[in-house]
């Protein structure tokens, strides 16, 4: 009796564990996936060296920076990291030596004061010797950050051999499926100064094939700079962030930006520095 009772019991078990665990399947293709912990990065834009002032205001970031209460991921430089001045080896010196204080890891991308229109070889070539490629990913938290050199469509610049659309979507094809964050420098919407609205280069040919793109990868952002305001936007379903200055062009207090990006969604607090 003890035997049969064991082996139907067993049959029983068999079958109430299939019963488990296909319910069990059902339901986690119905729940949502755990989210993973949050990423914290940074964002300085516009920081314009050249000046003393400028100078100074990049390492009261730096120190600040590192004495935030979380762990920052990594600081994106998001553009006019010089004032037409990339050319002065010592200017360009002191901006790395004052952001090679940081503690996280440090992108950069370039803007419109660092490649200049009048010096296109001569300024990318100092760009990418001194502060890295035109474009490049680096992989935080199951994310890939992306910073990409918009310049061709935002400023008009010729670089030879560069086209910064085909360059993001090969780029982004290479992690097909993985959430990015993309990091330029000049919005691609219309700013508005001066009591009245300038037109942005996203309604361009090159400005469609780029909202086009980003929109067909699951691109969760765009970080950019260069309005030296705080802005949000969108290119089509995707929000466009643009940050504060650190530099004191247009009369600007000092500022820079901690995001948090956890479970696809971007916030991100702004700090102002005295």
């Not at 969604?265 to 700090?271: C, E, H, I, P």
Request: glycine share 10%; charged share 20%.
């Amino acid at each position: 009796m003890g035997k049969g009772w064991s082996r139907s019991g067993e049959g029983r078990i068999s079958s109430g564990m299939k019963r488990t665990f296909f319910l069990f399947a059902i339901l986690l293709t119905h729940l949502p996936v755990f989210a993973g912990e949050p990423v914290f990065f940074v964002q300085i834009t516009d920081t314009h060296f050249g000046l003393q002032e400028h100078a100074d205001r990049a390492r009261a970031a730096v120190k600040t920076i590192n004495a935030l209460p979380v762990k920052i991921a990594f600081v994106a430089v998001t553009g006019d990291i010089m004032h037409d001045c990339i050319m002065d080896s010592n200017v360009v010196s002191e901006a790395l030596t004052i952001f090679s204080g940081l503690k996280a890891p440090v992108h950069y991308v370039p803007g419109n004061h660092d490649l200049l229109k009048k010096s296109p070889e001569e300024t990318v070539a100092v760009f990418t010797n001194r502060f890295g490629p035109l474009i490049s990913s680096a992989e935080y938290g199951g994310v890939e950050f992306v910073f990409v050199c918009t310049e061709p469509l935002s400023n008009g610049i010729k670089i030879q051999g560069y086209d910064p659309v085909s360059s993001l979507d090969k780029l982004l094809q290479a992690h097909a499926g993985q959430p990015a964050v993309i990091f330029n420098h000049a919005p691609s919407v219309d700013d508005f100064y001066g009591n009245s609205s300038h037109s942005g280069w996203g309604d361009s040919k090159e400005g469609l094939r780029w909202t086009e793109l980003l929109n067909r990868y699951p691109v969760k952002a765009v970080i950019a700079g260069h309005f030296h305001r705080d802005e949000l936007h969108w290119v089509g379903n995707i929000p466009l962030y643009a940050g504060p200055p650190l530099s004191s062009w247009l009369g600007r207090q000092a500022a820079f930006r901690v995001y948090e990006y956890h479970d696809g969604k971007l916030g991100y607090r702004t700090y102002y520095l005295p």
